[in-house]
């Protein structure tokens, strides 16, 4: 239904959440969820308010708690959109927000819109998403969207998932426990090499630097997983290349402009996507 909506918004955006406000509360960096958010609720008539850098800009300085400000934005806005460092932020926060309250991200723990936008994505360049397998690959332990993306892909029929990763940055449990539960197949590898031709989709996630305790720590997992023009050729006809962004050196940029490569596209979907689901929520 939300892609359905996306679809037609993309056509005829009206201006259905005129009076309308959204609020966007971010402790932790983002370029396009933050704006892409913003320019989605612009883009239906609507209004914004924004803390881009609440760490440093808000009362968190002064002592204030999460919930503290919260309930306070929250009488602010129509929406509250909500990015924190720390797991289960956004959990915290909806217990006391007055209006729906949106996660853009909780540490290593969720993202759910990232994971709405990827899989309209997948419906908008390959036409389904049932009987989709897809490769992800690289942190997948921090990786925020991957582990959303995995529980919104057991919804669907037919979907294989192939995890590719090394050493300590495995999919966390709680995540094949789900898969398993839910019927859905997955294996797990240390290299993509020999599971690139058979796949239909390939999510590249970057090595998340931020999480990591030490630099030494992070560099024992960088430069392994780097898909390039060259050793991407033997993928299917059709197939594409996905990545959240920001993107470091783990999709080389000879890639960029090959049909297979949708991760700008993918980027751009993403306002659709925050379009539909913010009509949905506010109208
Ligand atoms: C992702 C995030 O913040 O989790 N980026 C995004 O929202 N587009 C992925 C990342 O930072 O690697």
Known sequence: MLFTSADALEKDPGSPLKGKILATLFYEPSTRTRLSFESAMLRLGGSVIATEN???????VKGET????IRVVSSYADVVVLRHSEIGTAERAARVSSVPLINAGDGAGQHPT?????????????????????MMMGDLKHGRTVRSLSYLLAKYEGIEIDFVSQGELGIGSDIKEYLQHNGVSFQEHESFENVLASVDVVYQARIQKERFSSVEEYEKYTGRYILTAANTEIMKPGAVIMHPLPRLDEIATDLDDLPRAAYFRQAKYGVLARMALLKYICS
């Open 54 to 60: 609440a760490k440093e800009a808000s009362s968190a």
């Open 66 to 69: 999460l919930e503290d400000t």
């Open 114 to 134: 990232q994971a709405l936008l990827d899989l309209y994505t997948i419906k908008r360049e390959r036409g389904s998403i049932d009987g989709t397998r897809i």
